[in-house]
Protein backbone atom coordinates (compact mmCIF):
# COMPACT_ATOMS: atom_id res chain seq x y z
CA UNK A 1 0.00 0.00 0.00
CA UNK A 2 2.59 2.40 0.75
CA UNK A 3 4.19 1.84 -2.41
CA UNK A 4 1.23 2.43 -4.18
CA UNK A 5 1.18 5.88 -2.25
CA UNK A 6 4.76 6.70 -3.16
CA UNK A 7 3.78 6.01 -6.62
CA UNK A 8 0.73 8.43 -6.45
CA UNK A 9 3.37 11.30 -4.88
CA UNK A 10 5.90 10.74 -7.57
CA UNK A 11 3.07 11.57 -10.38
CA UNK A 12 1.61 14.47 -8.72
CA UNK A 13 5.21 15.58 -7.95
CA UNK A 14 6.60 15.01 -11.47
CA UNK A 15 3.20 16.55 -12.96
CA UNK A 16 2.44 18.98 -10.10
CA UNK A 17 6.25 20.75 -10.86
CA UNK A 18 5.67 21.38 -14.58
CA UNK A 19 4.03 24.64 -15.11
CA UNK A 20 1.88 26.03 -17.94
CA UNK A 21 3.49 29.13 -18.55
CA UNK A 22 2.53 32.24 -21.12
CA UNK A 23 4.49 33.87 -23.35
CA UNK A 24 7.50 32.71 -24.14
CA UNK A 25 10.77 31.38 -22.36
CA UNK A 26 13.65 34.21 -21.72
CA UNK A 27 15.09 33.73 -25.02
CA UNK A 28 14.06 32.97 -28.44
CA UNK A 29 15.90 29.63 -29.86
CA UNK A 30 17.63 31.93 -32.83
CA UNK A 31 19.45 33.74 -29.91
CA UNK A 32 22.50 32.93 -28.30
CA UNK A 33 24.76 33.55 -24.94
CA UNK A 34 23.06 33.06 -21.24
CA UNK A 35 19.78 31.63 -21.11
CA UNK A 36 18.97 30.88 -24.34
CA UNK A 37 17.56 27.44 -26.02
CA UNK A 38 20.78 27.03 -27.67
CA UNK A 39 22.58 26.64 -24.55
CA UNK A 40 22.11 23.90 -22.23
CA UNK A 41 20.11 24.15 -19.54
CA UNK A 42 21.50 23.89 -15.75
CA UNK A 43 20.77 20.47 -15.10
CA UNK A 44 19.69 20.03 -11.45
CA UNK A 45 19.65 15.80 -11.87
CA UNK A 46 23.56 15.86 -12.03
CA UNK A 47 24.70 19.38 -10.86
CA UNK A 48 23.41 19.05 -7.23
CA UNK A 49 25.86 18.12 -5.32
CA UNK A 50 25.95 15.73 -2.53
CA UNK A 51 26.86 18.58 -0.03
CA UNK A 52 24.08 21.03 -1.09
CA UNK A 53 21.93 17.91 -0.23
CA UNK A 54 23.10 17.03 3.42
CA UNK A 55 22.61 21.12 3.55
CA UNK A 56 19.24 21.30 2.77
CA UNK A 57 18.28 17.68 4.54
CA UNK A 58 17.28 15.31 1.79
CA UNK A 59 18.45 11.64 0.99
CA UNK A 60 20.67 11.67 -2.52
CA UNK A 61 19.82 8.57 -2.89
CA UNK A 62 15.79 9.10 -3.35
CA UNK A 63 16.10 10.97 -6.62
CA UNK A 64 13.56 11.04 -8.88
CA UNK A 65 14.01 13.06 -12.11
CA UNK A 66 10.88 15.38 -12.80
CA UNK A 67 12.07 16.62 -16.37
CA UNK A 68 15.56 15.52 -18.26
CA UNK A 69 14.82 14.99 -21.74
CA UNK A 70 17.60 12.33 -22.59
CA UNK A 71 20.02 15.48 -22.39
CA UNK A 72 18.44 17.46 -24.58
CA UNK A 73 19.86 21.40 -24.83
CA UNK A 74 16.55 22.79 -26.21
CA UNK A 75 14.48 22.34 -23.42
CA UNK A 76 13.06 24.61 -21.13
CA UNK A 77 13.24 22.69 -17.78
CA UNK A 78 14.82 20.20 -15.95
CA UNK A 79 14.04 18.92 -12.68
CA UNK A 80 14.56 16.22 -9.99
CA UNK A 81 13.50 15.54 -6.28
CA UNK A 82 14.65 14.00 -3.20
CA UNK A 83 13.07 13.22 0.00
CA UNK A 84 13.95 14.97 3.07
CA UNK A 85 15.38 13.11 5.89
CA UNK A 86 13.05 15.19 8.27
CA UNK A 87 9.66 14.90 7.11
CA UNK A 88 7.13 13.32 4.63
CA UNK A 89 7.60 15.44 2.24
CA UNK A 90 10.03 15.83 -1.57
CA UNK A 91 11.96 19.01 -2.17
CA UNK A 92 12.68 19.26 -6.21
CA UNK A 93 15.14 21.94 -7.98
CA UNK A 94 13.59 22.80 -11.46
CA UNK A 95 16.04 25.43 -13.16
CA UNK A 96 13.76 26.86 -16.43
CA UNK A 97 14.10 29.35 -19.13
CA UNK A 98 11.24 32.00 -17.51
CA UNK A 99 12.31 35.27 -15.95
CA UNK A 100 11.02 36.04 -12.26
CA UNK A 101 8.63 37.95 -13.93
CA UNK A 102 6.91 35.76 -16.41
CA UNK A 103 6.59 33.01 -13.11
CA UNK A 104 4.25 35.81 -11.54
CA UNK A 105 2.37 36.58 -14.60
CA UNK A 106 1.62 32.17 -15.03
CA UNK A 107 -2.12 32.07 -15.03
CA UNK A 108 -1.48 28.38 -13.51
CA UNK A 109 -0.10 29.75 -10.34
CA UNK A 110 -1.64 31.66 -7.25
CA UNK A 111 1.29 33.94 -5.98
CA UNK A 112 1.66 33.93 -2.71
CA UNK A 113 4.15 36.38 -1.81
CA UNK A 114 8.13 38.48 -1.80
CA UNK A 115 10.77 36.51 0.16
CA UNK A 116 14.57 36.95 0.46
CA UNK A 117 16.59 33.81 -0.61
CA UNK A 118 20.51 34.62 0.31
CA UNK A 119 21.09 37.86 -1.87
CA UNK A 120 18.22 36.60 -4.76
CA UNK A 121 14.43 38.30 -4.77
CA UNK A 122 11.82 35.32 -4.57
CA UNK A 123 8.18 34.44 -4.94
CA UNK A 124 6.04 31.33 -3.35
CA UNK A 125 3.54 30.20 -5.25
CA UNK A 126 1.25 27.84 -5.71
CA UNK A 127 0.03 25.38 -8.28
CA UNK A 128 -4.09 26.62 -8.72
CA UNK A 129 -4.23 22.59 -9.29
CA UNK A 130 -3.38 22.18 -5.97
CA UNK A 131 -5.85 25.02 -3.89
CA UNK A 132 -7.93 22.78 -2.08
CA UNK A 133 -4.91 20.52 -0.84
CA UNK A 134 -2.24 22.96 0.09
CA UNK A 135 0.17 20.27 -0.03
CA UNK A 136 2.93 22.47 -2.27
CA UNK A 137 4.90 25.42 -2.51
CA UNK A 138 7.28 26.71 -5.31
CA UNK A 139 9.72 29.31 -3.96
CA UNK A 140 11.26 30.44 -7.28
CA UNK A 141 14.77 33.20 -7.70
CA UNK A 142 16.60 34.13 -10.72
CA UNK A 143 20.12 32.50 -12.04
CA UNK A 144 21.71 33.74 -15.18
CA UNK A 145 19.50 31.00 -17.79
CA UNK A 146 16.22 31.91 -16.25
CA UNK A 147 14.49 30.65 -12.38
CA UNK A 148 15.04 28.14 -10.02
CA UNK A 149 11.67 26.53 -8.43
CA UNK A 150 12.54 24.92 -5.25
CA UNK A 151 9.25 22.99 -4.56
CA UNK A 152 8.13 21.04 -2.05
CA UNK A 153 5.47 18.56 -2.39
CA UNK A 154 3.78 17.08 1.38
CA UNK A 155 2.60 13.38 0.63
CA UNK A 156 -0.89 13.41 0.63
CA UNK A 157 -1.31 10.39 2.48
CA UNK A 158 0.19 12.29 5.41
CA UNK A 159 -2.04 14.97 4.59
CA UNK A 160 -3.47 15.48 8.39
CA UNK A 161 -0.08 16.28 9.93
CA UNK A 162 1.07 18.80 7.48
CA UNK A 163 2.14 21.76 9.99
CA UNK A 164 1.78 24.69 7.44
CA UNK A 165 -0.75 24.42 4.54
CA UNK A 166 0.85 25.34 2.02
CA UNK A 167 4.06 24.56 2.92
CA UNK A 168 5.89 28.05 2.01
CA UNK A 169 7.79 28.44 5.22
CA UNK A 170 9.33 24.79 4.76
CA UNK A 171 9.63 25.23 1.33
CA UNK A 172 11.71 28.26 1.87
CA UNK A 173 14.16 26.93 4.30
CA UNK A 174 15.45 24.47 2.03
CA UNK A 175 15.92 26.91 -0.97
CA UNK A 176 18.11 29.19 1.15
CA UNK A 177 20.02 26.22 2.36
CA UNK A 178 20.40 25.24 -1.33
CA UNK A 179 20.75 28.62 -2.35
CA UNK A 180 24.54 28.45 -1.59
CA UNK A 181 24.97 25.25 -4.02
CA UNK A 182 23.12 26.68 -7.21
CA UNK A 183 24.45 29.45 -9.91
CA UNK A 184 23.63 32.16 -9.77
Known amino acids: MSAAL????VVGLVTGCTKETTGTPAASPTTTGAGHLDEALWNPCNLVSA?????AKLDPASKVTGIDVN??????????AWTSTEGPYQVGVAADRFTLDQVRAN????VIGDVQVGSRKAVTSEDKQDASDKLTCDVSFPFAQGTFDVYLYWRYSERDKITQSPPCGLALSHAVALEPFLPK
Do not use: F, P, R
Open 51 to 55: DALQA
Open 107 to 110: TALT
Open 71 to 80: GAVNTTEKSC
Open 6 to 9: TGVA
